[in-house]
């Protein structure tokens, strides 16, 4: 019985997809943009996420692939989703900048 519990678990635990870890302040990520967005006030954006925060890169296009420093973290008073302040560069190419941050 103990070996049929043990062999379940196992089985479970591969077949589960990873829970992606939350961006934390002062590390670096290579994200790449999911969705591009257009908002009224800031511009055009790509989004992605690192775990539950939303970065936000201005003019990003879908699958550009760039490297962010976390700079902060907080919540964004309209989507009330936590939202990455960061530095970028996009990979193979020469765009640097900085993301958009929560309102």
Known sequence: M???????????????????????????YEITIETEEDNQYTGPYGQAKIGS??????NAKAEERYTVRITDIR??????????????????ADRKGTCLAAP
Do not use: H, I, M, W
């Open 2 to 28: 103990l070996k049929c519990l043990l062999a379940t678990s196992a089985v479970l635990a591969l077949a589960l997809p990873a829970t992606a870890q939350d961006a934390e302040v002062g590390k670096e």
């Open 53 to 58: 925060v939303v970065v936000n890169v201005p």
């Open 75 to 92: 919540v964004n008073q309209y989507t009330e989703e936590r939202q990455a302040s960061c530095e970028f560069e996009q990979v193979d």
